[in-house]
Every structure is written in C-alpha cells, then in structure tokens.
C-alpha cells in the first residue's frame, strides 16, 4: 500500500489552526494507503544515545578594571611659631605715693591738668580711691595706645611698644597719682614721647607741654627704661619746672644745678639723682663738663628749644654736644622766623636728618613723624574762647608831627650812612619809631593810652584782670606812672628774678590788684596766669610766635572765662609794616604744618627790615651778613 | 616651668586669640601678662591655612581641630611660664583644653552673654559665635565668642559661664575644675585686670608682625 509521503502543509491544515481566531473547521476525512516500502539500514543514533553527553567549556575574560584607592594625606605640618620675650621691669612693680587723682575715674573739666596753678594738688585727694583701669571701669574711660614711631625698625622693638597696655593702665597699675585728671589729648602727647629718641612737642601755649614731658619722663624714670635725665630750660622758669615736678612727679628726686662753679661740678657728678634742671645760661659756662662724653644722659629735655634756633650759637653747640640718648624738645615755637629754625631743632635730635634747601613740604614730611602740634581749637573744644580786637589807632597829631620827624631825618641819616649802614642802624630807628607810636616823646600824649586807660577802667571795675605787654621796659614804666590809681604790678627785665615768683602770686591772689605790665622777653614764656580776662598787646613784638606766647599766659587750660586781647596797632607807620612781615611768617608756620607748598623763607631778613623804609641793603652788610 | 612669671612675684595670666586673614589664613597669637598688664611673652604663628581635602574632610570639625589641636597647644607649649589661667575670645579655641595643662576660660563681653545668665550649657565649638564671614562647606570663619548668636549643643562639650571680676566668663564642664581654681586665685586680681583689652593688643601685633614680614 503505497503511502503518499508528508507534507507539512497537511498537517496545519488538519489542525485548521493557521489562525487562532479562525473558526474550527471540520476534520475531513480521507482514507490512507500504509503499505509502505520500508528499508531499515544501520545509522550508529542508538548507540549514540547511549554514550555520556560531552560538555565543553569555553571562556571569554572580562576586559574591566579593577577598583583603585586614592589616598589622600592629611599634612600636619609643624604650625611655625615666633616668640618674644619682654623684661619685667622691676620699676613697675612698685606703688606710688597715695595722693591726688588716680587716672581713668573721669574728672569734670575744671579739674582738668592745666599749667600747673589752675588748682591745689589736694584737689584729687577727696575724690575715689584706686580702680585699675583694667577693671570694667563704670564709665567709659578713654584707652592711650604707645604707638612704636617709624624709625624703630626691629620687630621685636615695635612688638615691645605695640604690646604695652594702654597709657590709662600703665600709670594705674603702678599707682601713679595725678593731681588733675589729664585731658586725653594729654595722654595722646605722653604716648607720643615715651618711645621716642628724637622728639618735639610742639603743643600751642597753654595745652600742658610741661605736663606731658614729666609723666613721659616719670614712666621712663619708673619703668627703668632710664636712670637719667637733664631738663634744660630758660633761668626764669627754673622754679615754674621746680613747682610742676612737684606737682606732676612728687616722688621723683630733682636737682637745680645752681651756685658756685665747684658746687655745679659736684652737682653735675652726682648721678643718684634721676633728674636735673639746668638753665641754658649756666650751661654755657658749664660747657666744659659734656666735653669728654664722660657725663651721659639717658634722656634730655629742652624746654623753650627755640632757644637753639641758631645753629652757630655757643648754647647751641654745647646742647649738642651733651651725650644722651634720648632726646626731646619742647616748644610751641618750632619755628619762629623760618624753616632754618626747625631744622637747627633736629640738628639737636638728629643731626643731619633735616637741612635747610629742604622744601617746606619736604621738610613737614620728614618731621611729621617726630613732632606732635596739636592746637587749642583742636583739642580743646570746651576751652573759651579767645577774642582778638585789633585796636587800630591813630597817631595824636603831636605824635605823628614827632614820627614824621623823626622818620625823614632818619631815613636821611640811614642813606647818607651808604656803605657804612648797618642792620643795627635800622633797628635803632625802628625803635625809635615804636617809642613815638607809644607816646610822643615830648609831651607824653599817647592815642595808645587813652584807650588802654578807657579799657583798664572797665577791667578793673569789672573785677577782672589783665596783662599789658609791651616790648619796652621804659614804656610799660610810663604806663605805670600814668595809671597809678590801678596800681600796676610790674613784671619786667628790671624785677630782679627773686621777686618776680612774689608779684605772680600777689598778681593772682590779691583782688585788690587787677593790672599787671609785663615784658614780652621776662613774661612770654612759662607763666600760668589763666585767671587774666583781658591782655593788652599795647606794642608788637617782632615775632608772631612770641606773641602768641604772651597771649596764652592767660588762654590755656583753666581759664575760668573768654580772653580778649587787644591789639594796639598805630596806623601808616612802621608797626603797621612790621605787622605785615608777621603776618606772613604765621604763613610759613602754616605751610611747614600743614604741608602746603608755600616759599621757603618769610622770615624777617636783612632784606625785609631794610625794606621797612625802602632801603637797599649795602654791600658790605650784604658781606656782613 | 613655674607658677609664677618667673622670679618676680607677680603672676602671670595667658590671652589667646586666633585672628583669620582672608589672603593668608589663621594667624594665633599668645600673650602672657603679668598682673599689672605689662607683657612678659608674646608668641604668634605663621599662617595656618587649611587644605581644600581638611575643610572636606574635617568639616564641621574643622575650626575646633585647627583652633583647638593645632594653633592652641603650640602657642602654650612655647611659653616659658605657666600662667594662672588663659583666657580667649574665640570659641573654637576652647577646643584645646583636652591638650592643655592650663586653666582655658573663654571670656564673654556683655553681649557675648546674653542669655548665659546663671549656669548655661554651650556647645564647644563650630555651631557658637557669629560668623564675620558666613561659614560655607567648612570653610574658616571669625569665631570671637558672642551670645547674640547663642551656641548650640555640639559635641558634646559644654560650658559653665560664671562671673570673674566684671566679665562674664566660661569655661568647660569637662573641666569644671578651672573655674574652682581660677575663682580661688583671682580675688586679689578681680579689679586689675581688664579680661577684654589685652585681645586687641594681639591683634595689633599679630598685624605689626604680618607689616614687618612683607
């Protein structure tokens, strides 16, 4: 039976499942021819089947990296530290004497520090007792750093200054007493000093230089940063020093060189006592003790250091040539007619540092560092205030008949004079012509004093009191004799100088006594007399500065009420001229401190007085000169 | 090592303080004073600049690590004298007290007190004082102590304020010992010594010093 070979096809078709949605469709029926041809033949499968299955193995590596570790290192690096060490200055540790006003516990102005007689040293005793200033005080107390100034260089030195505690602390931590609460301007002039070598201070009149050179000098002397120090000062101050040393530094031992010269030599050995006064005159004759450099200073002081403005005077030379180490100068006139005067001031402090074809600016550059200026208005906001009148006269006609007289034939004889004319030959006519516009030499008659004596009246009746200034000693003695029912105190080259501490006292403490006549030269300088209302400039001097010194005998710390200065000036005549010269030098004053450009010289030269009446200057002066 | 400053017979008393500089890093700086305010030592470090992986790594940790193990207990080993106590301003500096043999008080100005009144629990480090800079990822900030920005709890250290003189003052309760004895011994100083000026004194020489170095 043949059987019709297979075909695939059928069998989906038998199934009837070509689509699984599809209707079933009937299985046909069809019959099978199985009478096949079969042939058996060998095909080795069942004894294939019967072996054990072969597994090979193939493998393929995997190409990933394996996972890295990144270490990260933390550095201890050694932290690098610099040290310093500071002494501790056995000085220091020491108290000081109980009495006065101990710094930091406020203090109302009127018990501010001043020149030294604005009130009793027992002032202070009443008031609190000790609080260190490091404590939280209960009030806000002003902090005084020490600045190190710019020429120290060493690190160790500036550190050294960066790291004392504040001024305020210093003085209370070592007990130091104060008789009157220091304004804090002061403090700021005691920082100033104390880590300097070479210094000025320049304070204006009247603000307590004196003050700030003896507490910087009495921490020196108590911290042991110096043993020695030498104040020199002009011999009519010697006992103002005396009595604020007393004040400022009662526990301080202080030494007058004075007497014989045996007894000044044994005075200049004896080094056990920190502080000397010398006055500039005694100096001079003195002058062969520094040579030798054997006798040395820790620290000098040069009181009114104007007084070496010319550096080819004798007292110059011998000032520098003391040994020291330090060195100070006070003054509030560092420059008086020019810029020569200041740099022969740092001729004492450092020599060379300054010269004098130094511009105006260079010079207030280089100098800013060294010297401390602070002025009234400044610092003294609570200060009154200062009130100019400029009283601008009219000769009398008795006196400009005397002045034009006495100026034609003078001015003649100056001419006829030619090269034989010297600078002193003006002068004389200069004051010749200042004594008619005081007074006309014949009659007395004087437009000056008829209104000085209308002022005096008024002071007197007020209860006040004032100063007359005058260049002229015989002019403040016509004045005396003319208002004697004022009864005028007088203060003056003539006054021997053990009488003159007296009348300042009897001018101060005697109510009946209301007038003072007062030189420029004996009372510009040194002098508290803030209990004056009224100064009367009853002639001007040559030089601004000076003036400005005779004026703050009365402004300065403690004045109780306003000062009005009279200025007496005598229209179209040579003190209106001089006062055109002055005005002029308070311009350089400005120019050097302020650092503004301003010519270099405007001083009163040989030119200028020459000029005064219209004069070239001779040849031979010129030579002279 | 002494108690005393050194043959003299006034102690001595530590002022610690750490200052940041934005260019250069931390500057520490050690002041020892005597009790009358002079200076006997003063110790200041080179800058101390963290590196990028420490201000990752360290985190918040890092100021009371570089404050408190690092610039801290070098400045005290190099001292010469063994003060009564030391004082600082800044908080993360308080961290060093683990290193160091001395009393560490933390001083708290009035306002830095607020709200420590009594006894007050502060944390130790990197959540107290306000940030003159604002602390990102780590980085440094200026950590003077001050209460207007109240610590929190950190790390678990905490602090007792008391009052010293007229300062507030705070130091670890791990430590608790430091107030006992500092308040023992400081009777005789309380009206002397000014706990907050000395701090400006070393900033002023920690700047002296960086001037002098440029």
């Given at each position: 039976m043949p059987v019709a070979p297979h075909d695939p096809s059928d069998d989906q078709a038998i199934g009837g499942a070509a689509s699984p949605h599809a209707a079933p469709a009937?299985?046909?029926?069809?019959?099978?021819?199985?009478?096949?041809?079969v042939r058996c033949f060998a095909t080795g499968w069942i004894t294939a089947l019967q072996r054990d299955t072969k597994v090979s193995v193939t493998s393929w590596p995997i190409d990933a990296a394996a996972p890295r570790a990144v270490s990260v290192r933390i550095s201890r690096a050694p932290v690098m530290v610099r040290s310093y060490t500071f002494p501790e200055l056995p000085g220091w540790n020491q108290q000081g004497p109980a009495q006065g006003v101990p710094p930091g516990t406020g203090g109302s102005s009127a018990s501010r520090a001043g020149g030294g007689l604005s009130g009793s040293p027992s002032t202070g005793s009443a008031l609190a007792p000790v609080v260190g200033v490091g404590a939280?005080?209960?009030?806000?107390v002003h902090s005084t750093r020490l600045q190190p100034p710019r020429d120290i260089v060493k690190l160790r030195d500036r550190l050294y200054y960066v790291l004392q505690?504040?001024?305020?602390?210093?003085?209370?931590?070592?007990?130091?007493?104060?008789?009157?609460q220091p304004f804090p301007y002061q403090y700021q002039g005691v920082?100033?000093?104390?880590?300097?070598?070479?210094?000025?201070?320049?304070?204006?009149?009247?603000l307590g230089k004196t003050m700030q050179a003896i507490t910087a000098a009495r921490l020196l002397l108590?911290?042991?940063?110096?043993?020695?120090?030498?104040?020199?000062?002009p011999k009519p101050l010697v006992s103002n020093w005396k009595r604020e040393l007393a004040l400022w530094a009662p526990e301080l031992p202080v030494a007058v060189i004075e007497g014989d010269q045996s007894r000044r030599r044994w005075q200049w050995q004896q080094m056990h006592t920190p502080l000397k006064i010398a006055n500039y005159e005694l100096l001079l004759?003195?002058?062969?003790?520094?040579?030798?450099k054997q006798l040395h200073f820790d620290l000098v002081m040069l009181d009114e250091a104007q007084r070496i403005k010319n550096r080819s005077s004798t007292t110059s030379q011998v000032v520098r040539s003391i040994s020291r180490t330090r060195s100070w100068a006070l003054t509030g006139t560092p420059i008086e007619n020019s810029q020569e005067d200041l740099v022969a001031i740092f001729d004492f402090l450092m020599p060379g540092y300054l010269n004098s074809s130094m511009r105006a600016r260079r010079i207030g550059r280089a100098a800013s560092d060294y010297v401390l200026r602070r002025t009234k208005d400044l610092v003294l906001t609570d200060l009154p205030p200062k009130l100019y009148r400029d009283a601008e006269l009219d000769l009398t006609s008795e006196q400009w008949e005397a002045y034009r007289t006495a100026e034609e034939q003078g001015v003649v004889h100056l001419s006829d004079l030619g090269e034989a004319l010297t600078i002193q030959h003006v002068f004389e006519l200069v004051l010749r012509l200042k004594q008619i516009c005081n007074f006309d030499p014949a009659t007395g008659i004087s437009s000056k004093l008829e209104r000085l004596e209308a002022d005096l009246e008024e002071v007197v009746a007020s209860g006040k009191k004032a100063i007359v200034f005058s260049q002229l000693v015989k002019s403040l003695e016509v004045i005396r004799q003319r208002f004697e029912r004022f009864r005028p105190l007088e203060y003056h080259g003539k006054i021997p100088s053990g009488k003159r501490d007296a009348i300042i006292e009897q001018f101060r403490d005697d109510r009946s006594r209301h007038v003072l006549l007062m030189s420029y030269g004996a009372g510009s300088v040194g002098l508290n007399l803030q209990f004056c209302g009224y100064v009367f400039l009853f002639d001007r001097w040559w030089n601004p500065a000076v003036e400005d010194q005779a004026i703050n005998r009365a402004h300065r710390i403690g004045a109780s009420g306003p000062v009005t200065v009279t200025r007496m000036l005598t229209l179209g005549t040579i003190e209106e001229r001089i006062h055109q010269v002055l005005e002029e030098k308070r311009q350089l004053f400005h120019a050097v401190f302020s650092e503004t450009e301003c010519p270099t010289n405007l001083g009163l030269t040989q030119q200028d007085i020459f000029g005064l009446f219209n004069l070239q200057v001779p040849a031979a002066a010129r030579r002279a000169a | 090592m002494t108690?005393?400053?050194d043959q003299k017979s006034l102690p001595a008393i530590g002022f610690l303080t750490i200052t940041r500089d934005a260019e250069h890093g931390l500057f520490g700086g050690?002041?020892?004073?005597?009790?009358?305010?002079r200076p006997l030592e003063f110790h200041c470090t080179a800058p101390v600049r963290p590196s990028r992986a420490q201000e990752i790594l360290y985190g918040p940790t890092l100021e009371p690590y570089l404050y408190g193990e690092r610039i801290g207990p070098t400045l005290l080993e190099k001292s010469r004298c063994v003060p009564l106590a030391v004082f600082t301003d800044v908080e993360p500096a308080m961290a060093a007290r683990p290193f160091v043999s001395t009393p560490l008080l933390l001083v708290l100005t009035a306002e830095r007190s607020t709200g420590l009144s009594g006894q007050a629990e502060l944390a130790c480090g990197v959540h107290g004082g306000q940030s003159l800079r604002a602390a990102s990822g780590g980085t440094m900030t200026d950590r003077r102590a001050d209460a207007a920005h109240p610590p929190r709890r950190g790390h678990g250290s905490v602090w007792e304020s008391f009052a010293l003189g007229g300062y507030s003052v705070a130091c670890a309760a791990t430590h608790p010992q430091d107030g006992q004895a500092v308040r023992g011994s400081w009777s005789q100083f309380a009206d002397q010594i000014d706990l907050d000026e000395p701090f400006g004194r070393i900033r002023d020489a920690i700047d002296e010093a960086r001037n002098s170095a440029r």
């Amino acid at each position: 039976m043949p059987v019709a070979p297979h075909d695939p096809s059928d069998d989906q078709a038998i199934g009837g499942a070509a689509s699984p949605h599809a209707a079933p469709a009937a299985i046909p029926a069809f019959s099978l021819d199985l009478s096949w041809d079969v042939r058996c033949f060998a095909t080795g499968w069942i004894t294939a089947l019967q072996r054990d299955t072969k597994v090979s193995v193939t493998s393929w590596p995997i190409d990933a990296a394996a996972p890295r570790a990144v270490s990260v290192r933390i550095s201890r690096a050694p932290v690098m530290v610099r040290s310093y060490t500071f002494p501790e200055l056995p000085g220091w540790n020491q108290q000081g004497p109980a009495q006065g006003v101990p710094p930091g516990t406020g203090g109302s102005s009127a018990s501010r520090a001043g020149g030294g007689l604005s009130g009793s040293p027992s002032t202070g005793s009443a008031l609190a007792p000790v609080v260190g200033v490091g404590a939280r005080p209960a009030e806000p107390v002003h902090s005084t750093r020490l600045q190190p100034p710019r020429d120290i260089v060493k690190l160790r030195d500036r550190l050294y200054y960066v790291l004392q505690p504040p001024l305020e602390t210093l003085v209370s931590a070592s007990q130091l007493r104060f008789p009157f609460q220091p304004f804090p301007y002061q403090y700021q002039g005691v920082a100033f000093l104390y880590p300097r070598y070479a210094a000025i201070l320049a304070d204006e009149m009247g603000l307590g230089k004196t003050m700030q050179a003896i507490t910087a000098a009495r921490l020196l002397l108590r911290s042991g940063e110096i043993r020695s120090a030498l104040l020199i000062c002009p011999k009519p101050l010697v006992s103002n020093w005396k009595r604020e040393l007393a004040l400022w530094a009662p526990e301080l031992p202080v030494a007058v060189i004075e007497g014989d010269q045996s007894r000044r030599r044994w005075q200049w050995q004896q080094m056990h006592t920190p502080l000397k006064i010398a006055n500039y005159e005694l100096l001079l004759r003195d002058a062969d003790v520094f040579r030798g450099k054997q006798l040395h200073f820790d620290l000098v002081m040069l009181d009114e250091a104007q007084r070496i403005k010319n550096r080819s005077s004798t007292t110059s030379q011998v000032v520098r040539s003391i040994s020291r180490t330090r060195s100070w100068a006070l003054t509030g006139t560092p420059i008086e007619n020019s810029q020569e005067d200041l740099v022969a001031i740092f001729d004492f402090l450092m020599p060379g540092y300054l010269n004098s074809s130094m511009r105006a600016r260079r010079i207030g550059r280089a100098a800013s560092d060294y010297v401390l200026r602070r002025t009234k208005d400044l610092v003294l906001t609570d200060l009154p205030p200062k009130l100019y009148r400029d009283a601008e006269l009219d000769l009398t006609s008795e006196q400009w008949e005397a002045y034009r007289t006495a100026e034609e034939q003078g001015v003649v004889h100056l001419s006829d004079l030619g090269e034989a004319l010297t600078i002193q030959h003006v002068f004389e006519l200069v004051l010749r012509l200042k004594q008619i516009c005081n007074f006309d030499p014949a009659t007395g008659i004087s437009s000056k004093l008829e209104r000085l004596e209308a002022d005096l009246e008024e002071v007197v009746a007020s209860g006040k009191k004032a100063i007359v200034f005058s260049q002229l000693v015989k002019s403040l003695e016509v004045i005396r004799q003319r208002f004697e029912r004022f009864r005028p105190l007088e203060y003056h080259g003539k006054i021997p100088s053990g009488k003159r501490d007296a009348i300042i006292e009897q001018f101060r403490d005697d109510r009946s006594r209301h007038v003072l006549l007062m030189s420029y030269g004996a009372g510009s300088v040194g002098l508290n007399l803030q209990f004056c209302g009224y100064v009367f400039l009853f002639d001007r001097w040559w030089n601004p500065a000076v003036e400005d010194q005779a004026i703050n005998r009365a402004h300065r710390i403690g004045a109780s009420g306003p000062v009005t200065v009279t200025r007496m000036l005598t229209l179209g005549t040579i003190e209106e001229r001089i006062h055109q010269v002055l005005e002029e030098k308070r311009q350089l004053f400005h120019a050097v401190f302020s650092e503004t450009e301003c010519p270099t010289n405007l001083g009163l030269t040989q030119q200028d007085i020459f000029g005064l009446f219209n004069l070239q200057v001779p040849a031979a002066a010129r030579r002279a000169a | 090592m002494t108690l005393m400053s050194d043959q003299k017979s006034l102690p001595a008393i530590g002022f610690l303080t750490i200052t940041r500089d934005a260019e250069h890093g931390l500057f520490g700086g050690y002041l020892v004073l005597n009790a009358l305010g002079r200076p006997l030592e003063f110790h200041c470090t080179a800058p101390v600049r963290p590196s990028r992986a420490q201000e990752i790594l360290y985190g918040p940790t890092l100021e009371p690590y570089l404050y408190g193990e690092r610039i801290g207990p070098t400045l005290l080993e190099k001292s010469r004298c063994v003060p009564l106590a030391v004082f600082t301003d800044v908080e993360p500096a308080m961290a060093a007290r683990p290193f160091v043999s001395t009393p560490l008080l933390l001083v708290l100005t009035a306002e830095r007190s607020t709200g420590l009144s009594g006894q007050a629990e502060l944390a130790c480090g990197v959540h107290g004082g306000q940030s003159l800079r604002a602390a990102s990822g780590g980085t440094m900030t200026d950590r003077r102590a001050d209460a207007a920005h109240p610590p929190r709890r950190g790390h678990g250290s905490v602090w007792e304020s008391f009052a010293l003189g007229g300062y507030s003052v705070a130091c670890a309760a791990t430590h608790p010992q430091d107030g006992q004895a500092v308040r023992g011994s400081w009777s005789q100083f309380a009206d002397q010594i000014d706990l907050d000026e000395p701090f400006g004194r070393i900033r002023d020489a920690i700047d002296e010093a960086r001037n002098s170095a440029r």
